[in-house]
T-cell receptor
Framework: EPEVTQTPSHQVTQMGQEVILRCVPI?????FYWYRQILGQKVEFLVS????????KSEIFDDQFSVERPDGSNFTLKIRSTKLEDSAMYFC????????????FGSGTQLSVL | SQQGEEDPQALSIQEGENATMNCSYK?????LQWYRQNSGRGLVHLIL?????REKHSGRLRVTLDTSKKSSSLLITASRAADTASYFC?????????????FGKGTKLSVIP
């Protein structure tokens, strides 16, 4: 089965540094998402992306966050100036259509901000 | 409470027993989905039930949906140790101006061999 791939699997950074989390969604999918999960807590929606623009974002997704689809395959999440509370597992997901389709998730990037 | 709240938060059963997890939500939905997450891994889709469906089966999984009560349940029959994971319900309100799935806090299932 096709997979969503995420890199790196782990990222350690200093507070205030910029990080870029990378994702390659499934090739014929049209809707792309970033979610995050703080250890032991719920999976929180950050942003959805469709037709080369943000379609929806949550309150968490403030000015420090941005997303980009720089080419036909990659989908990135950038955090400009990381805070301690940004430490979480970040999941990329994609789906072919919306609504009514399942999400395919990547294995996640564990971000640790020190 | 928030959209997609599961209960119980944790469930421990013996192998071979059935496990039932419940989910409640607040808004109108297009469909409801259940996902599984092994520790430290990504979420894997298990089953989707549309708002006009009441029950759906997939292997050892049975999902029910009661839109009047805004609730769903996931039943895993004849559980196995390999079913140990966290289970999340996710509501899909896409088509009503939203593209996201909203996840609950999950039920952590432990199946004891």
């Amino acid at each position: 089965e096709p997979e969503v791939t995420q890199t790196p699997s782990h990222q350690v950074t200093q507070m205030g540094q910029e990080v870029i989390l990378r994702c390659v969604p499934i090739s014929n999918h049209l809707y792309f998402y970033w979610y995050r999960q703080i250890l032991g807590q719920k999976v929180e929606f950050l942003v959805s992306f469709y037709n080369n623009e943000i379609s929806e974002k949550s309150e968490i997704f403030d000015d420090q966050f941005s997303v980009e689809r720089p080419d036909g395959s990659n989908f990135t999440l950038k955090i400009r100036s990381t805070k301690l509370e940004d430490s979480a597992m970040y999941f990329c997901a994609s789906r072919r259509a919306s609504p009514g389709e399942k999400l395919f998730f990547g294995s996640g990037t564990q971000l640790s901000v020190l | 409470s928030q959209q997609g709240e599961e209960d119980p938060q944790a469930l421990s059963i013996q192998e071979g027993e059935n496990a039932t997890m419940n989910c409640s939500y607040k808004t109108s939905i297009n469909n409801l989905q259940w996902y599984r997450q092994n520790s430290g891994r990504g979420l894997v889709h298990l089953i989707l039930i549309r708002s006009n469906e009441r029950e759906k089966h997939s292997g050892r999984l049975r999902v029910t949906l009661d839109t009047s009560k805004k609730s769903s349940s996931l039943l895993i029959t004849a559980s196995r140790a390999a079913d140990t994971a966290s289970y999340f319900c996710a509501t899909d309100a896409s088509g009503a101006g939203s593209y996201q799935l909203t996840f609950g806090k999950g039920t952590k299932l432990s199946v004891i061999p």
